[in-house]
């Protein structure tokens, strides 16, 4: 007696109760027993010859041109922003706000801390905001906000 292969799970049928997201795994039509992983970047590049054309070489030359002359300078200001917003308090150290507002030593390093704690906890839902909303909105209505809590802080 020879033993038994176990046999496949008959394919889903379509609308099994499971929705659609960006990562799902479904069945391919025409093709039982097939499972399709659901990624869109791999899927563009499983039959990259047949989807993509050639790409002209003038408008190559502008797409480059926009990058070099749009989104690397606004890149460039953001990161300056980052780096000036994230030494701000090393700033204030310098002129004093250990003294004035009667921080020790490690009062004024748990203070440093609060930025990165902030910064744990919000990653995970801004990322998923992002893919629910559209980003130039959500980008606008975060800096707003920022910049609102900014004006409410008190000066000392």
């Given amino acids: 007696m020879t033993a038994e292969q176990p046999t496949p799970a008959p394919p889903q049928?379509?609308?099994h109760g499971i929705k659609p997201s960006a990562m799902h795994v479904e069945a391919i039509p025409g093709q039982p027993g097939k499972i399709q992983n659901g990624d869109t970047a791999l899927a563009l590049f499983e039959n990259f010859d047949?989807?993509?054309e050639d790409v002209?070489?003038?408008e190559l030359k502008r797409l480059v041109r926009k990058i070099d002359f749009m989104i690397l300078p606004f890149l460039a200001v953001c990161y300056a922003f980052y780096y000036i917003d994230k030494t701000t308090l090393s700033y204030a150290a310098i002129f004093g706000i250990n003294e004035d507002l009667g921080l020790s030593g490690e009062q004024y390093s748990w203070l440093s801390s609060v930025f990165y704690f902030g910064?744990?906890?919000?990653?995970?839902p801004t990322n998923f905001l992002m893919q629910k909303f559209p980003v130039g909105k959500y980008l606008g209505a975060n800096i707003f906000l920022w910049g609102s809590f900014l004006m409410l802080q008190d000066p000392p």
């Fill in 50 to 52: 047949e989807l993509h």
């Fill in 56 to 58: 002209d070489p003038g």
């Fill in 119 to 124: 910064f744990l906890v919000w990653a995970f």
């Fill in 13 to 15: 049928p379509a609308g």
